[in-house]
């Protein structure tokens, strides 16, 4: 069996503004509640994040190329953001800082 890599990205608003992580893994919701637990990476310590974005990648090589590309490209990142935003009612307040 193929194993599966996921690129995602993960967000929280504090202080009316959005926050957001990038990372990749080989289990999305275990890698989720652990963000969510304080056993995350200490950038995602002390929040309360939500998914907004995954990517099924076929190998850890392009998760990881794909996972850095992301985190380097603020432009793509907005987009995702404005998007859920968009697709996902009631998601945030409506007073959100870009």
Partial sequence: MLEKFFVYMIANLSNKKIITY???????KKRLQLHNSGKGAKF??????ILIFKK???SKKNAMQFEYKLKKDRKIRKDIIKKYIRTT???FSDKILF
């Fill in 22 to 28: 990038v990372g990749w893994t080989n289990n999305l």
């Fill in 56 to 58: 099924k990648m076929l």
């Fill in 44 to 49: 995602t310590r002390g929040r309360k994040w």
């Fill in 89 to 91: 009612p009631n998601c």
